[in-house]
């Protein structure tokens, strides 16, 4: 590359764009469907259904304890792809780029995105870079979106939630959202907090091979865990109790929560997932869940119940009930 820093010019579609996705972009994520060039990526259908889904990543800072901007996009469309029980192959990437950006940056991002699309085991076949003045955007903001493999036999939906079905967490909450927060407000603790951004597909995998009677499952995302619980109980029409006690979450975690005066069931996590399970399964599932890195500390933490439709209750340590709502406003504004 010819400069230090992004210009207006490579995004013109010239040969400064050109030189761009040719020294920096291919190298990174080069595949038969990408290295074309065309305006759209031609896939050799697999069969059975499909899955698609697209985000947009605009997280404050870039760069963050146990990630960065990069694989933050690529694990965030995997996971909403997997959520479903599909199988990601393909995902497009979109850049827009602010006229200053270092090329080192951009390049560490790149590299970042690469190992996390190998470690997902997807292809990034199509894309697309914009330029924009300085002040336009704040340096860098990713659009990905992905399509995945649904198996016929696998049909999850939070409106088929019943009575007596069991709530499952995969790890502690809240990790990705102080990770984040403490970085921008420049906290430090004893013990670092760092973001869980990872790829779900491989645990859904094994989850799929115990049984594919998973009611539903989603990744507690923004809103966090509390946000995941009541949307679930919404489209059920169902109760859901949950012990609080059950729910893991790092000592570090609690104590910046804490500081900052947030709960950490409403904060984001980025490689945690939900899942609502019938009960006859639920022992087994956790138990294949826990043989894999990203489930070793999944966890049953409450149940669906015919009581109060449609809210979410939290049984405290000293057994009272109070209600576990959606938090109200952005809390915690670019933390993905």
Do not use: W, Y
């Amino acid at each position: 590359m010819n400069h230090d820093t992004v210009q207006l010019a490579h995004g013109s579609g010239g040969k400064l764009s050109a030189e761009l996705v040719e020294k920096l972009f291919l190298p990174r994520f080069a595949n038969r469907a990408l290295n074309r060039l065309e305006d759209q990526a031609v896939l050799d259908n697999p069969g059975g259904r499909l899955a698609f889904s697209t985000d947009t990543f605009v997280v404050d800072p870039l760069f963050f304890p146990g990630g960065n901007i990069g694989d933050l996009a690529i694990n965030g469309t995997v996971n909403d792809i997997c959520m479903c029980g599909a199988q990601p192959i393909a995902l497009s990437a979109g850049f827009i780029l602010e006229e200053g950006l270092p090329f080192d940056i951009l390049h560490r991002i790149l590299l970042a995105m690469e190992k996390a699309a190998a470690e997902a085991g997807v292809k990034i076949v199509t894309g697309d870079t914009k330029v924009v003045p300085r002040g336009g955007c704040d340096k860098i903001f990713i659009n990905t979106s992905g399509i995945g493999v649904l198996p016929e036999d696998v049909a999850m939906s939070a409106t088929g939630i019943l009575p007596g079905d069991r709530i499952i967490l995969s790890g502690t909450v809240a990790d990705h959202g102080m990770a984040v927060m403490t970085c921008r407000e420049g906290l430090s603790f004893q013990s670092e907090i760092e973001s869980d951004t990872a790829p779900l597909n491989g645990l859904v995998e094994q989850m799929l091979k115990v049984s594919r009677k998973i009611r539903a499952m989603r990744d507690p995302t923004r809103g966090g865990l509390a946000t995941t619980l009541n949307e679930f109980a919404a489209s059920s029409g169902r109760g859901i109790v949950i012990q609080q006690s059950l729910v893991p979450v790092r000592g570090s975690v609690q104590g910046a929560c804490e500081i900052l005066g947030i709960d950490p069931f409403n904060v984001a996590n980025e490689g945690k997932l939900v899942a609502v399970v019938p009960p006859e399964i639920a022992g087994e599932m956790v138990d294949a869940m826990k043989k894999h890195p990203l489930g070793k500390d999944a966890v049953i933490i409450g149940e669906v119940t015919a009581d109060h439709p449609g809210v979410v209750a939290l049984k405290t340590g000293l057994g009272v009930k109070q209600v576990l709502d959606m938090p109200v406003g952005e809390q915690l504004p670019r933390i993905c």
